[in-house]
Structure formats: structure tokens, C-alpha cells
């Protein structure tokens, strides 16, 4: 959790997120390339796991503006994540190694358990007294 409060200064003070992507490929560039299925009209050059850990096509839609067209490979063929490359030492191993939206489903759970007792605590006893909705008719 202090690791995320971290990255999120970092990201918002000085406009740094410490992530990377890493891939495990199960074939050849042509069949990578075939997974990428047809490329759309337009279509520059193809990508594979960019910073964002997405693959998909790069496509000029005019006067020289290239946007990033993003395909799901088959899981067969090849995988992209993106993970946390800086994290401290004390944090196990097999943390680091987490894509990072399996860590945001973790850290998710922990803050909405969090709002749950927090809830419980401190508003339940008013559910009843004071309703946050109510009908007007």
C-alpha cells in the first residue's frame, strides 16, 4: 500500500510512474503479426508491448497525426504486461513480479475493505436517522 501512495506522488509531482512492460512470446514474428489480425486503414507500422503494455497497430489519420490502435493477442501466441520496475527490495519477490493490474485489484480490495468498516463504524448507526437519498415527490 505506501508503495502506491509513492508512485502516486511521483506520478502527480514530478510526472513519473516507474513502469515497464515485460512479454513472453510463444511464436514467430509472423504469427505475432497475425495475431495482430488485419491492420486497419492507415496503418504505419505495428507495436508490441509499448509502455502502456499494449500491442496493436500505429495509424496516421491524417495531416501526419499517428495514434495507437490497441489489439488483444491470443493468449497462445504472446503476452504483454506492465509492471513496476523500482519497487524497494523489502517488498517479496513474487510482489515485484505481479502485472500492475493485478496489484491495483489488490490494493482496490484493501482500500473498499477499508470504506466497508469505515462504514460500519461510523454511519450505520445514522443509516436509519439520517438517509442520504430521498424521494421528492
Not at 506522488?9 to 512470446?25: F, S
Not at 505495428?46 to 490497441?70: L, P, R, T
Not at 504472446?78 to 520496475?85: I, N, R, Y
Given at each position: 500500500?505506501?508503495?502506491?501512495?509513492?508512485?502516486?506522488?511521483?506520478?502527480?509531482?514530478?510526472?513519473?510512474?516507474?513502469?515497464?512492460?515485460?512479454?513472453?512470446?510463444?511464436?514467430?514474428?509472423?504469427?505475432?503479426?497475425?495475431?495482430?489480425?488485419?491492420?486497419?486503414?492507415?496503418?504505419?507500422?505495428?507495436?508490441?508491448?509499448?509502455?502502456?503494455?499494449?500491442?496493436?497497430?500505429?495509424?496516421?489519420?491524417?495531416?501526419?497525426?499517428?495514434?495507437?490502435?490497441?489489439?488483444?493477442?491470443?493468449k497462445?501466441?504472446?503476452?504483454?504486461?506492465?509492471?513496476?520496475?523500482?519497487?524497494?527490495?523489502?517488498?517479496?519477490?513474487?510482489?515485484?513480479k505481479?502485472?500492475?493490474?493485478?496489484l491495483?485489484?489488490?490494493?482496490?480490495?484493501?482500500?473498499?475493505?477499508?470504506?466497508?468498516?469505515?462504514?460500519?463504524?461510523?454511519?450505520?448507526?445514522?443509516?436509519?436517522?439520517?438517509?442520504?437519498?430521498?424521494?421528492?415527490?
Amino acid at each position: 500500500m505506501k508503495y502506491f501512495v509513492e508512485a502516486r506522488n511521483n506520478l502527480e509531482k514530478q510526472g513519473r510512474l516507474d513502469v515497464g512492460a515485460t512479454a513472453n512470446i510463444n511464436g514467430s514474428i509472423e504469427d505475432i503479426i497475425r495475431g495482430l489480425g488485419s491492420p486497419p486503414p492507415g496503418t504505419v507500422r505495428y507495436f508490441i508491448g509499448d509502455n502502456a503494455g499494449g500491442s496493436g497497430w500505429e495509424v496516421d489519420i491524417g495531416h501526419g497525426e499517428i495514434v495507437k490502435y490497441y489489439v488483444n493477442f491470443p493468449k497462445s501466441v504472446a503476452s504483454v504486461k506492465q509492471v513496476f520496475h523500482s519497487m524497494p527490495d523489502a517488498i517479496p519477490d513474487e510482489i515485484q513480479k505481479m502485472p500492475v493490474d493485478e496489484l491495483c485489484e489488490i490494493v482496490l480490495g484493501k482500500l473498499t475493505a477499508i470504506l466497508d468498516d469505515a462504514y460500519k463504524v461510523f454511519l450505520s448507526k445514522q443509516k436509519a436517522k439520517v438517509p442520504y437519498l430521498r424521494l421528492v415527490k
